[in-house]
Nanobody, 120 residues
């Protein structure tokens, strides 16, 4: 069982930055891949960034284009999403998700989400 809690969302102006955090509780957190997803109103959920448990595989959405950075601290059981150069179209609820070894489009475990709003 993996429990995930996101934090760090908020309101920011276009061009600004936010860092999202995902705190996990799992006995063997290092065995789980973690991904960040987002869902904007009226749109389907989409993967933003995901990394395999061993760190060898990273899935990155095209719209990230070097603006977002994924990092992970297994000792703290925390994953981060550093978002720079934010755009209004980045406005969405951002979710942290975990899956055994490799992230997929429907991970087993999800956080509650954190709202990110980018004003123009």
């Amino acid at each position: 069982q993996v429990r995930l809690v996101e934090s760090g969302g908020g309101l920011v102006q276009a061009g600004g930055s936010l860092r999202l955090s995902c705190q996990a509780s799992a006995r063997t957190f290092s065995d789980y891949a973690v991904g960040w997803f987002r869902q904007a109103p009226g749109k389907e959920r989409e993967l933003v960034l995901g990394r395999s448990a061993d760190g060898l595989y990273t899935d990155v959405a095209e719209f990230v284009k070097g603006r977002f950075t994924f990092s992970r601290d297994n000792a703290k059981k925390t994953v981060y999403l550093q978002m720079n150069s934010l755009k209004p179209e980045d406005t969405a609820v951002y979710y942290c998700a975990a899956h055994w070894q490799r992230i997929n489009n429907n991970p087993d475990y999800w956080g509650q989400g954190t709202q990110v709003t980018v004003s123009s």
